[in-house]
């Protein structure tokens, strides 16, 4: 997987943001991806609670019953 930032560029201004969470297509199936910020004092069970907020935001795009705790 690659992320990079999406935004715009003009002369008089300029606005990015890293695309951390993302979906990738591929004929009938759909792969889900979301990051994760750990830094000095992150707690990784509060790490992995968000990642599953995260996931569970990209499934509720595609599914009527996102279930949490999918990410592996």
Known sequence: MVCSSVGYLSHERAEFCVAIRSALLMKDEVQLFAGAGIVPGSVAEHEWQELD???????????D????????
């Open 53 to 63: 907020k995260k996931m569970s935001t990209l499934l509720s795009l595609i599914s």
């Open 65 to 72: 019953n996102p279930s949490l705790g999918v990410a592996s």
